[in-house]
């Protein structure tokens, strides 16, 4: 532990790869300990959007943090972990193979702070065969104004376990501004699946640094579905996941709407280092004014793996922007990878073939936006396939 804190140490000032760099020091560290009776109904009605609800009804297991207070943890399966970070790294038994192996802990400053001045953050696991019916829900959520909220989280699928979790983060509806860093780290064991669904519910002048990294053995599925629909200052994630045993499976599918003054910079890396793995990074982008840069790397290093990836946008507004940055690299003879990307706006035509239905011309476009966002995603349980519904249609009035 003392080398990891040392590289944290010489990654301080290091700025990310990628999107705007962020002064941490203009943010504070210190919040008063919260309960979910100290939240107003605006504040309950918010997170109610983001998919938070404590009454342990359709659900295994379930964390909430508000600013740096664990408000709630619970598992009510037998066969799952849910714990406060800080308490799993007590047991250096637990987390010895797992804390900072998918991601390094030099990645950036955000990295860094994370691992110097920890908030909390999650340990979830599925015990080897556990089939977890029910999703885990957990809610990272900031409440002080300019607080600077440092996660980490752990989420662990044992060999032929199953596990999904629904994760909502957000901040008070009475906030203006604050910085969300969270690093999360996946381990897929063999012939496990994990599907991770991602809704995100932030500030309009909130800054969002989340750093992922996912390890997936032999036949292991691994699904992210990230979903963000409202304003939010600035958002910059690239979680890259590494394919390392024969017949893994990964799937991004980001669906992105970014208003006037927001910046999203989200993409995913996949290296295929395995025969027969499988990957797709598939992304629907929306902007109404703001920019999204949607970027994508496929790392195809032997032969026999199958790989596509995927961008389509919509532009809504005059000022909106949307970049595509689609990438592959094929490192031997035998991979096969693919991809496709466009850019543009609604076809005329279209709305036209549905006013000769009977629609509005405003009903017509919302139709179009609606089943643009609206994507199928194979095999996504459906309460999760109805989480993404909702919040399409909860911000559907805001784009048109």
């Known amino acids: 532990m003392q080398k990891i804190e040392e590289k944290a140490k010489k990654a301080l000032k290091k700025k ?23 939240l107003d109904p605006e504040e309950q009605k918010r ?4 998919g938070l609800d404590l009454s342990n009804q359709g659900h295994s297991g379930a964390f ?6 664990v408000v709630h943890c619970q598992s009510t399966y037998k066969g799952l972990e849910v714990l406060p970070i800080k308490e799993a790294i007590q047991d250096p038994e637990k987390i010895k193979d797992y804390c900072w192996q998918a991601v390094s802990v030099d990645t950036d400053k955000y990295t860094a702070a994370s691992e110097l001045d920890l908030d909390n953050g999650y340990f979830i696991r599925a015990l080897p065969g556990e089939k977890v019916i029910y999703p885990v829900q957990a809610c990272l959520y900031i409440r002080k104004e300019k607080f600077a909220q440092h996660l980490h989280n752990i989420i662990i699928a044992e060999e032929g376990s199953e596990l999904h979790i629904i994760t909502g983060c957000a901040t008070s509806p009475h906030l203006v501004s604050g910085l969300h860093i969270g690093v999360s780290e996946f381990y897929i064991k ?5 599907t991770f669904t991602m809704i995100h519910n932030w500030g309009e002048d909130v800054y969002v640094r989340p750093r992922s990294g996912v390890i997936i053995e032999e036949d292991g599925v691994f699904i992210s579905n990230y979903v963000s629909l409202r ?3 600035s958002l910059q994630t690239y979680p890259s996941a590494t394919l390392a045993g024969r017949g893994a499976v990964a799937r991004f599918n980001s669906i992105l709407v970014a208003p006037p003054g927001s910046e999203l910079d989200i993409g995913a890396k996949v290296t295929l280092k395995a025969p027969e793995a499988r990957a797709e990074i598939i992304s629907r982008a929306i902007s109404t004014g703001g920019k999204i840069i949607a970027r994508g790397l496929l790392v195809g290093e032997v032969p026999g793996i199958k790989a596509h990836l995927e961008c389509k946008g919509l532009i809504l507004s005059e000022k909106g922007i949307i970049r595509a940055i689609p990438e592959l ?14 850019v543009g706006k609604i076809a005329q035509e279209e709305i ?4 000769a239905r009977g629609l509005s011309e405003e009903e017509a476009t919302s139709t179009i936006v609606r089943g643009f ?7 996504l349980p459906a309460e999760l396939q109805a989480e993404i519904e909702a919040a399409v249609k909860e911000s559907e009035k805001a784009l048109i």
Do not use: W
């Open 47 to 50: 997170l109610h959007q983001t």
């Open 373 to 379: 966002l609206n994507v199928q995603i194979d095999g």
């Open 352 to 355: 036209e073939y549905l006013m």
């Open 16 to 38: 990310a790869a990628y999107g705007e760099d962020i002064e941490l020091e203009k943010f504070v560290r210190q919040a008063e300990p919260v309960s979910y009776a100290d």
């Open 64 to 69: 909430f943090q508000s600013d740096c207070s």
């Open 329 to 342: 690299e094929g490192q031997a003879s035998g991979v096969d990878m693919s991809h496709e990307a466009a």
């Open 231 to 233: 304003p939010v200052r």
């Open 190 to 194: 063999k012939g496990a699946k994990l």
